[in-house]
């Protein structure tokens, strides 16, 4: 007695069916059926399209598990489908595309597989989850073996695998199905399901019709075909049936001899969706949104049954009769536990002949009706784990019905091995590459140009187009992709393409390496290919500025120059991770051995281009990689200056510390944006230790970027995993280790024949005073004046030392000041060449700027009593409008353009401010001199009380004696103007004189300022010189 | 009845700024309206769309669609505008129609969706008009049904844009004038032949009792209404 009876709209309807809880979907949404097909459903809306549902019951619980376009499964009790916010099954970084569930004796499990090539795998009891990985395309479904030993997944990249759970590794691998870019372009959908009783068979959906492979010895047992491509398959509860659903047929076949018994046709050809079989019914859904439900007794007979109890456990129950409520009386459908009942009469039915399973029937029956007196829902769940009727996945038999509890779970235990589990060693990978399932793809995006591969599937043409960041290095190109090149990099000299080629399979396909060496303008032939030998395929590749290199399967690292003279070989100790390079070096990365617990164990090194007549030595770096605990390396390269960095997939960025050959984070790319989210990632472009930014691609939702459009690069700054990295001390230190890092770095150009680049060297000098300086300040104004002296004490030169001394009087520090004075003295003692006295200069004209705006604020306040310091006063204030100016541009400038042409444009302003300064203001200059000397002597005598006059006569005193007298007696009286305002604030004079200056400060504002810089200039070298 | 041309609207939008990835090395360019650059390849920044413009026809920048100009948000902007039968939805940018036609127009090789967006602008376009144009009969009909009001009519035009405003500006401002010499001349004619009647009442008053002119003068009022 066939019965349809229309569930849902049109779309894609799918069925679950486990342990009498009915759900059907389709489209976005999900129906549960407590009460049978016929009463009322509980609905749930989702959002986006839902792909699987399944309920799984826990603690005491049952959960309906929905997986539909979003990256975590979403759970709802059943049945009122009230969602549980607080319990997600499963989260990966991708939508999920199938999941699988079982629930036998020992344990309840179940298992995922994304868009993120991962299967997961839970013991929902134990808590233990497994994360397989070796996929290298979307996951297109997965299947839990009965025993709870085994996963099985297929994939968009054609293959099949069988996962260990004990081991967590892949124990069979075989490629079944086309090849497709994701789940809505695979052909098949490759469905698995084991033999839900014994598992002995896995059932796989193939293009052509379905394959049967036997567990023991993963052998293919039989391969059945059909005419057009199936849609989906389901094993019977008993296992002697297996269906698979043509487009408007479902065949029925006999797992014995796999010969044909039975086939259904869907109403007026609508396609078929999805299969499920409860116990007495097989239930059909097709796309009209109509179940179609047939009785499996008009095809499975008793003799069948009694064939298939030859299976390896003993089984005591076959099967617990049941079915949904339409097949049943309805008088059952109206209690909400009509398949206990069901159950209860299964015996009188007599569709079980094991006398044993009968007998256990029984006693079964009779339980379930003292669970119908009382009402109790769960006994409903418990009297029915026997069999796990979800018509997906599958289930395995039991000795007798018992309740779940955790001691049971301890004989599964001891069978596994518990120890330190080793990891998943890292696949090679190309930096910068994005996965190559994809139709259209990166194969490499560095800060020279893009590499991207596009294939067009309808047209079946592939090509590769190359595009440089800047126009004028070259053209872009576009090249067709004859010998499907999936590896490339490029520097602005070559290009670098290789096919992985196969180590195995029918073709076996050499590695092709191709270059293109565009630089060549005078020879005729700028490209060239090698085939690599048959055993060795090409897993990396890279280009430097004078030659390029492919790493390979047999750990070799093979170096041609650029036109193709094979110019090195190297075995590596391990195998090949990454390369990368800048200039002459290339940088590689290999697993030393074999990690455990998810740490990878990876070791670095460096190799230079041997090039006739220049001495090139190879960078000193550190032997092994740093990485994060159970990391992988998303990406490595340079910084722009030539530092080696990594990127791993914990958001971390390291680059390599100079002075001590150690790694060092400098960013973590998970806080540097606020509006990051857990599934977002960066993709890394390029990283500069100059201006302290990085520039990434925001992935959202994703792990690579898209490539059409071209997205837009993220320039950010660089964040320091310091402890409080959001306080301005924190980022001053960070830069500070930063700039301390780039000395190092042009050290090892220099010991690497490079030429000193003097201006580079000069700016992060001066960015490292200034750091030193502001940090000082910042340590002063926390009240910790000790820190400040140990940070001064990075100061190298006794000139700059005397800028913090001034810092230090200027905020009142008198015994900070002294000690710092003290250090002066001493380093200056330790190095008396005073070769560096220019640069110098330099230093100070900066660091004086740094000090002069530190001050601004109290020379504002100032009040000025009297004419004679008015023109100086005059001067400081245009000299802090002055430097407020050009402060201001250069910090616009930097963000910008970086701090070398920042320091270009200052010292040309102040080129052109120079003639100003000599014609209009010789005067101002010389009563620079005279003022800085005398005025705030004669100010200080004249006006103060002889306390104050005696302690600034003793600090002059102590200024003169350590060489910084000129300099410091100009803050001196500045401090003593600060003081006589406190003094005498009532003086009338006060205003107008103020008004007045402010007036002559406006009137020669640019050339008072640089005089009173050169004034200051001319001081501090004459005070150095003594 | 002087407008503004659509082109010299679009010329006003120029002017705002657009993030595109230079491919060429260039220092800062100093500019009236500001200083735009320094450019390096591949670090992206904002210029203004005529000279983005500019630059993308020589092929050196690669112009970033604009997060407003996206199929998705647009699509949110059309419904909400569908949903409110009276009222423009504020717009995601005041210049979208000019500067979406100039970057569909110019740079469709760095944009994703290229032609559902282009639908969704003239659908938006479209909706937004019909509104505009509700708006004025509305005015008018008013204009018509309640005399003159005293305020002249209520024209909303909150949230749209220069160019739709632009768009009906010349024939509003012609059918509202013409409706203002219709209806002066009309209050001129009434006010007459009220002075008129007037005249005839006050003759009558002498020689009739003020109770009976009362009333006349009522049902008068009242004839004039119903006209």
Redesign the interface.
Known sequence: MTKRIKVHEEGNVGISFEAGRLLTWGDSLVKAWPKGLENEAEELECFGDVRHALSIKHENKIYVHVTSESVDTETYEWPSLLEDKNYTLFRFTCDIGCIASLKNAESIQAAAGAGDFKVKWKDLQRQREVTLEGHDAPILSVAIDPRGKLVCSSSCDGFLKIWDLSKAECIFNEKLFFRSSDIEHAKCSAKLEFEPRSGELLAVLVEKGAKIFNRSDNTLLHDIEEPEVPKTLAWSKCGSVLAIALKTVVNFYDTKSFSKIHEICSEENSPISGICFTDKSVLIAEKSGTLISTPTSDFITKEMKGKSSSLPKPVAKIVSEESVAMSVDDEESRNNQFLDEEAGEAGEEEEVDDLEALWDEDAKSETDEKANEEGAMEFDEDSNNAVSLNAVRDSVPMDKPREYSDGEDDDLAGAIYEGPQPSQMQKAFQPGESPNYNASRYLCWN?TGIIKGMIDEQRGISTIIIE?????VHHSVQLANQHDFVLGDMSEQAIILASKGELEGEDRKKSIVKVMNFKSWWDKNREWQVELARREIAEVVCASTDSVAVGTSARNIRMFSHAGAQIRLVTVPGPIVTMSSNLEQLFYVYHRHQGFEGDQYMACGTIASRRIGKKRRTANIPSDVAISPGAKLAWVGFTDEGTPATYDTTGIVRIVGWADRQWFPIANMTTIKKNFKTVDWWYM?SINEGNKEI?AVHCENATYP?V???P????MRINMPLVNPKTDISIQESELMINANITGTIDSLKKRGYDNDDEMEELVQKQITKGILKLLLGAIIQDADDRGYEICKLLEHPGQIQMAVRLANNKGRIKLAERLNDLARKRAEEDDSSSEEEEEEEDENEDEDAVEEIEEEEVVEQGIPDEGIANEVSQDGSTISNVSTTQGSTQE?RE??GDA?AAEERLARQKARNPFAQTSTEDDKENDKTTLDELPKSEAQRSKPKTMKDKLARFRSKQKASGAAAKSSKIQSKIAFGKRKELSTEEPATKKLKASALEASSDNASGSAVSTSMAMDDFAAGSDSD | MATILPCEIEFLAEDELI?V?P???E??LQMISGNY??F??????KIPIWMAMNLKSR??V?V??PRWMSAEKLKEWLDSENADNTNAIAPLHYHYREISRMILQNCRD???DVTEIEQLIEDIWNVRVSKLKMSCKNVLKERWQNEIPDHGGVFKVNNFTQMEVNFIRANFLKGLNVSFVMSNKITDIEQKAAAHQLADDTTNTSSFPTGSSASTLSQFTQSQTQN
């Open positions: 800060s440089f960041h800047d126009v004028s472009i520039a898209e059409h459009p071209r837009e690069v993220h320039v400038s910008a353009e042409r | 993030k990835t491919r060429f090395r220092a800062r650059g320094p390096a390849p591949g670090v992206p920044l092929g050196l690669i970033h669609q760095n944009l994703s």
